[in-house]
T-cell receptor
């Protein structure tokens, strides 16, 4: 149980375009999901908390207009990287927690490359 | 806020040897400590966890110990195998923080055949 699916696993886009990443909880409902960014050989950096039916909460230093988060249902959160630039290239990971569990389950990650 | 320190950053062992990764945390209210394994190009996977009311937990070749007084916890992997090669992250969390994990910086474990 507690499976989190993330799609796509890899995406290459041109500078200036927008990219949407999906995160789904497959076998449970998640009122809250989290989005992380990970640089090579670095730890996970929490970007934002996605709240179902309300605005996302962004960590300090994360541009909310650059990284748009939508959590329209109890099983789906999306992260849209708008007007992407090469410096946005990174590994993005989502996570969620089953309400009967303590630990968080992570998606498989999305490797974004902006060219 | 919580601060988690993890050492070493890189650990290289021979197949069959044991590996130990150590973490310390700062927030005495933290009461849940998960360990994640991240393989290249994948998301982290929970491999074992421990709560503050337990001093040690074991699952086959992996074990975790917790010293709440000293605020440190460790991951022990015995009889390492090449497939154990990955990056391991420790984390600390608490109920008041919805168990949102604060991660250590990670340890790259390399098991040589």
């Amino acid at each position: 149980g507690a499976v989190v699916s993330q799609h796509p696993s890899r995406v290459i886009c041109k500078s200036g375009t927008s990219v949407k990443i999906e995160c789904r909880s497959l076998d449970f409902q998640a009122t809250t999901m989290f989005w992380y960014r990970q640089f090579p050989k670095k730890s996970l950096m929490l970007m934002a908390t996605s709240n179902e039916g309300s605005k996302a909460t962004y960590e300090q230093g994360v541009e909310k207009d650059k990284f748009l988060i939508n959590h329209a249902s109890l099983t789906l959160s999306t992260l849209t990287v708008t007007s992407a630039h090469p410096e946005d290239s990174s590994f993005y990971i989502c996570s969620a927690r089953h309400n009967q569990a303590t630990g968080y389950t992570f998606g498989s990650g999305t490797r974004l490359t902006v060219v | 806020g919580e601060n988690v320190e993890q050492h070493p950053s890189t650990l290289s062992v021979q197949e069959g040897d044991s590996a130990v990764i150590k973490c310390t945390y700062s927030d005495s209210a933290s009461n849940y400590f998960p360990w994640y394994k991240q393989e290249l190009g994948k998301g982290p996977q929970l491999i074992i966890d421990i709560r503050s009311n337990v001093g040690e937990k074991k699952d086959q070749r992996i074990a975790v110990t917790l010293n709440k007084t000293a605020k440190h916890f460790s991951l022990h992997i015995t009889e390492t195998q090449p497939e154990d090669s990955a990056v391991y992250f420790c984390a600390a969390s608490k109920a008041g923080g919805s168990y949102i994990p604060t991660f250590g910086r990670g340890t790259s474990l390399i098991v040589h055949p």
